[in-house]
């Protein structure tokens, strides 16, 4: 497995990390933990060193998960994990970053990862109630602690960014980036390369609808939360088929399968993009690992950008109530 740096950071990371909120909700009922922790440790032993959680993800179950599984393996990997949203009494997220819950949820977190420190410490979102610039100096005062290594935000504004980066130095930023939302093309890479921080795209396969695998006809489990999101109602599957038939022609030239073709042209963008598909399946994981070794000329990225911008993308990507809360 070939290894990245998060931008200007001491922080090396294997090029293609595992998210892991999936084994625990959003993508239907829960997978079993025993077989979750096995293919969590089946990824270590595939050269992947990168794995994220949070502790909404569950919540609280996901982090526990995590953290058996790669118990044996603490000095060999880098946990990223997540504070600043909480359910309330009636199972609502409610966004939460004052500096006191900073602290409690650390503690809950370096609990179930089983760990000393936290080695990248993302704030989920925004918190429009609590000043940036407090959250990244609650942040920077754990570093000083010892007790987190490594500062990030998840789905922030550039202007949120430069405010927190000046009082903490951020390693990176996590934002959904893919073939199928390309937004942060616009404001979000150029800021992150002037300040020397990373990307990690979650999301890179598109809730892994650019594995080729999801089509109009396709039924999700009444739990999956893919049944509230706009750009999954059958008529959007529909109409954005398209673009995976873009990368299905790509991929029977590179021999590789779409969603290797997806994960290489987001590896292609920047050497400091480390993204973190999801997986339940080994033959998943081990699908996702192969497009490191799946090498995009400059001709197929031309190919692949001037195909792309003919096609135009169907429905959200969130519910609205969601999307108020990202890039801020």
């Known amino acids: 497995m070939k290894k990245?740096?998060?931008?200007?950071?001491?922080?090396?990371?294997?090029?293609?990390?595992l998210g892991c909120m999936g084994m625990s909700i959003a993508y239907g009922l829960p997978a079993d933990k025993q077989e979750m922790i096995a293919l969590i440790r089946?990824?270590?032993?595939?050269?992947?060193?990168?794995?994220?959680?949070?502790?909404?993800?569950?919540?609280?179950?996901?982090?526990?998960?995590?953290?058996?599984?790669l118990a044996p393996f603490r000095r060999q990997v880098v946990i990223a994990t997540k504070f600043g949203i909480k359910l309330d009494s009636s199972g609502q997220q409610v966004q939460d970053s004052r500096p006191e819950l900073i602290r409690q949820s650390l503690e809950g977190s370096l609990k179930r990862?089983?760990?000393d420190a936290i080695d990248l410490y993302y704030q989920h979102r925004v918190?429009?109630?609590?000043?940036?610039?407090?959250?990244?100096?609650?942040?920077?005062?754990?570093?000083?602690?010892?007790?987190?290594?490594?500062?990030?935000?998840?789905?922030?504004?550039?202007?949120?960014?430069?405010?927190a980066h000046a009082v903490q130095p951020l390693?990176?930023?996590?934002?959904?980036?893919?073939?199928?939302?390309?937004r942060p093309?616009?404001?979000?890479?150029?800021?992150?390369?002037?300040?020397?921080?990373?990307l990690v795209p979650f999301s890179p396969l598109g809730?892994?609808?650019?594995?080729g695998k999801i089509d109009e006809k396709t039924t999700f489990d009444k739990s999956d939360f893919r049944n509230i999101v706009p750009r999954f109602t059958p008529e959007a599957r529909k109409a954005n088929l398209s673009l995976v038939d873009l990368l299905h022609t790509i991929a029977e030239r590179k021999e590789a399968t779409p969603a290797q073709i997806a994960l290489a042209w987001l590896l292609a963008q920047k050497p400091w993009i480390v993204p973190i598909p999801g997986t339940t399946k080994l033959s998943r994981l081990d699908e996702n690992i192969g497009a490191v070794a799946v090498e995009l000329t400059a001709d197929d990225l031309r190919e692949i950008d001037g195909a792309a911008s003919k096609i135009t993308i169907q429905g959200a990507r969130y519910p609205e109530s969601l999307e108020k809360r990202t890039g801020l």
């Open 42 to 69: 089946k990824a270590v032993e595939r050269g992947v060193t990168f794995f994220d959680t949070a502790e909404l993800y569950g919540p609280y179950t996901n982090e526990e998960l995590v953290g058996e599984a």
């Open 113 to 115: 990862l089983r760990v």
């Open 171 to 182: 390693t990176a930023i996590q934002s959904e980036y893919s073939l199928w939302w390309r």
């Open 4 to 17: 990245r740096k998060l931008g200007k950071s001491n922080l090396e990371v294997s090029a293609l990390g």
């Open 207 to 211: 809730k892994g609808f650019l594995t």
């Open 127 to 163: 918190d429009t109630e609590v000043p940036i610039e407090d959250v990244a100096g609650a942040v920077r005062d754990l570093i000083r602690e010892g007790k987190v290594k490594h500062f990030g935000l998840s789905e922030p504004g550039v202007k949120t960014i430069r405010r």
């Open 185 to 198: 093309e616009g404001e979000l890479l150029p800021t992150l390369e002037e300040l020397g921080i990373g």
